[in-house]
């Protein structure tokens, strides 16, 4: 069974950093690009950011390029995003997703949340 | 950046009816476009990928058509879990990807 299990996620004020985690079971890591997607409070669906199996293909929203970094470590079955100078609209529920061999997301963890406020 | 515009916000319909959800892209995607289901609370489900296939342990009640930049979500024969955000997502161009706002499917 493939379970994505997101942490890392709390209260920070604006300018602060903070490290999201993603530890990955039920399937071969380092044979699928993983990806971060969020949710604003009562808002849709926003894709942040997407590594591929082998970190050699990454990409950004325009939203947080500069500021978010994804990596992954394949040997622990992770994937982190580091998240600095975080602003207020950075407030939101953050998923791990699994892509399929296209970049669409087969499977979802259930979030972690981050809120950034003062 | 390929903006998704999804149609109406919001559908009502009764249980049992056909419910039809709308999808468009500023620009081709030709068939790379994903539909996923959102409950409250809950994470978003994969419903189809490839414009019309359904996922594992998806209902045939389920399906998705069109290509390029017109796409359609049905849902045949409403039953009660249907009810939910519905979201597209393109993944032809990336990065980015991007998806739609989403339309929310409320009983009539």
């Known amino acids: 069974e493939v379970q994505l299990v997101e942490s890392g996620g709390g209260l920070v004020q604006p300018g602060r950093s903070l490290r999201l985690s993603c530890a990955a079971s039920g399937f071969t890591f380092d044979d699928y690009a993983m990806h971060w997607v969020r949710q604003a409070p009562g808002k849709g669906l926003e894709w942040v950011s997407g590594i591929s199996w082998n970190s050699g293909s990454i990409g950004y929203a325009d939203s947080v390029k500069g500021r978010f970094t994804i990596s992954r470590d394949n040997a622990k079955n992770s994937l982190y995003l580091q998240m600095n100078s975080l602003r207020a609209e950075d407030t939101a529920l953050y998923y791990c997703?699994?892509?399929?061999?296209?970049?669409?997301?087969?499977?979802w963890g259930q979030g972690t949340l981050v809120t950034v406020s003062s | 950046e390929i903006v998704m515009t999804q149609s109406p916000a919001t559908l009502s319909v009764s249980p049992g009816e056909r419910a039809t959800l709308s999808c468009r892209a500023s620009q081709s995607v030709s068939s790379n476009l994903a539909w996923y289901q959102q409950k409250p609370g809950q994470a978003p489900r994969l419903l189809i990928y490839g414009a019309s296939t359904r996922a594992t342990g998806i209902p045939a009640r389920f399906s998705g058509s069109g290509s390029g930049t017109e796409f359609t979500l049905t849902i045949s024969s409403l039953q009660s879990e249907d009810f939910a955000v519905y979201y597209c997502q393109q993944y032809n161009n990336w990065p980015p990807s991007t998806f739609g706002q989403g339309t929310k499917l409320e009983i009539k």
């Open positions: 997703a699994k892509a399929a061999m296209a970049y669409y997301f087969d499977y």
